[in-house]
């Protein structure tokens, strides 16, 4: 029996806790239901749950904190879910994280140590998946992409064995760990991360009249890639239920790694070159960098209220809506006619919940050669995307044709700007070639990889790496 090999918990279907335990970040996948999830506390539970869904044939899905856009933490099978894998330590010049731990509680932990580690901007995504497809965010351009500060992964392989992936320690799947995509090549526990050295930063946020949009989005390109490598920065444009009055409006925030004299100068920089003004302009108290991006994350949340709602006593986070997306990775800034042409396809005459994002690359992320880790986008300047959201799940299920179709046109707008596609921001839609486009040249090597380390895919999502032969996985009963 599974449940009494775990030192965690076991939750199927007959179980209270079953409806909670099965879901992801977006609701869209509150329909799938799991053979049983399993909340791992230790390694050996991880590799109790690769054996047991080996013996019985049921699908493994790894979980970290469940936020795959297109559900790829999910399935019929087995979830092994690592978010009670949470520890983050300090170890001499560098740091532990257990593979489960989300942004916020990773910051929160490292922060009596002083040391930081590079998240994403969002505050309960899981470092496991972060890492493994890269990691992108306001540090990128002053410290490159999150895995390359990877030094090394205790991984428990689909053969059931444990390793630890280094350069010196399984060179090759060291290399996939670090951008080549999460559930594909084995289930990491725990990464040692080299830290950055950013003690003390400035968040700002500024707000822009809709109006002005086309001239703020090409502005803030131009702006975001020719300052300060210091300056971390995103844009969104946000439709009009979240805008004053009704209106849509254009959103830039971020951090700031120097002075904040030197920040209020770029923000000023921002307008020139934008020549209209911002509608609000805030620059906050220069903090230390767990607070700032505390702050920046969660708000005036505590780090309890900060998580998903139902997963602590206290907590407040919000889910996602059934979504629909279109994202891919852009290597250099817009002009204001392409910035129009992204407006125009975002679709001003909707009234849906709908955005229309973008995150600064470059820099640092891109002083790394493309082969020397499986993340290959390293001319990349911008993640930049759409949206598109419907809080009627059960309306979007059964007729998601609209939400598709307006993908599909903004997949479309974004194509002549497009150098590839980040495995973390992945479109809805699989287009053919999408292995070239999240991989480069690299996808032959991965699939090397995939083949060495997982050559029957155990390991398999909507879009793994595919290692040439697939063995029959079903969902059985048997044996929970
Ligand atoms: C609201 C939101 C905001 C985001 N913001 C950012 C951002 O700022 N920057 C950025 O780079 N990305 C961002 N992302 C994307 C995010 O990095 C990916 O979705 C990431 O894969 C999520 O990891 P997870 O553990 O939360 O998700 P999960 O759904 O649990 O996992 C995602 C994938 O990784 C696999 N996986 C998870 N953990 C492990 C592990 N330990 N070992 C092996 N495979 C594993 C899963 O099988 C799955 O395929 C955001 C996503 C959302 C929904």
Redesign the pocket.
């Known amino acids: 029996m599974l449940r009494d090999e775990l030192k965690g918990e076991l939750v199927l279907p007959s179980d209270p806790g079953y409806q909670l335990a099965k879901q ?3 609701t869209e996948y509150d329909s799938v239901t799991p053979y049983g999830v399993a909340y791992c506390a230790s390694p050996q539970d991880v590799l109790a749950c690769v054996r047991h869904a080996r013996e019985t044939g049921i699908a493994a ?9 297109n ?4 399935g019929t099978g087995l979830v092994i ?3 009670r ?1 949470n520890r983050a330590a300090v170890d001499g010049p560098n740091v532990r994280i257990g ?2 731990i ?2 916020l509680d990773a910051l929160d932990a490292l922060k009596p140590h002083g040391r930081q580690i590079i ?4 505050p ?15 540090q990128t351009r002053k410290f490159g992409v ?1 895995s390359d500060h990877i030094v090394s992964a205790q ?1 428990v392989l689909a053969d059931g064995r444990t390793v630890r992936a280094s350069a010196d320690e399984h060179p090759d799947l060291f290399w996939a ?1 670090r951008g080549g ?9 725990q ?1 040692e991360l080299r830290p950055v050295d950013a003690p003390r930063l400035t968040g700002f946020e500024t707000l822009w009249s809709f109006r002005d949009a086309a001239d703020v989005l090409a502005a803030w390109q131009s702006w975001a890639v020719e300052e300060s490598e210091d300056l971390g920065t ?1 844009l969104v444009v946000l439709p009009g239920i979240f805008g004053p009055g009704g209106e849509p409006i254009v959103k830039v925030w971020g951090v700031h790694h120097g002075a904040s004299e030197e920040l209020e100068r770029a923000l000023d920089a921002l307008t020139d070159r934008a020549g209209v003004k911002p509608v609000h302009r805030e620059v906050s108290a220069p903090g230390a960098y767990a607070d700032v991006m505390h702050e920046a994350l969660c708000g005036s949340k505590t780090v309890q209220q900060c998580h998903r709602t139902g997963t602590h006593p206290d907590a407040v986070g919000h889910r ?1 809506p059934y979504t629909r997306q279109a994202y891919r990775l852009t290597g250099r800034a817009v002009t204001r006619t392409e910035a129009e042409s992204l407006l125009q396809a975002w679709d001003p005459g909707l009234d849906d919940e709908r955005y229309l994002l973008c ?1 600064a690359l470059g820099g640092a992320a891109n002083r790394v050669g493309r082969t020397e880790t499986a993340y290959v986008h390293r001319e990349a300047q911008f ?1 930049t995307g759409f949206q598109m959201a419907t809080r009627d799940a059960a309306a979007a299920a059964q007729g998601p044709a609209g939400l598709d179709a307006w993908a599909d046109r903004c997949g479309a707008a974004l194509a002549p700007l497009a150098t590839g596609s ?4 992945p479109s809805s839609r699989t287009q053919a070639g999408w292995e070239t486009d999240h991989y480069g040249e690299n996808a032959a090597r991965l699939r090397e990889i995939k083949q060495a380390y997982d050559p029957d895919g155990f ?1 398999r ?1 909507g879009r ?1 790496i595919d290692s040439g032969r697939k063995r029959g996985q079903q969902t059985t009963k048997a044996g929970r």
Not at 61 to 69: D, E, K, L, P, Q
Not at 71 to 74: K, L, R
Not at 181 to 189: A, E, H, P, Q, S
């Open positions: 992801l970040q977006n899905h790894v979980r970290g904190a469940g936020h795959s856009f559900g790829w933490s999910t879910d690592l978010s894998m593979a489960g989300q942004s998240t994403g901007t969002f309960t995504v899981g470092q496991g998946g972060f890492l493994s497809g890269g990691g992108l965010g306001w999150a991984v760990l995509g999460g559930g594909n090549f084995g289930i990491v526990t990464f995103s996602h995150i993640l980040y495995i973390n921001f390991f999502h793994s």
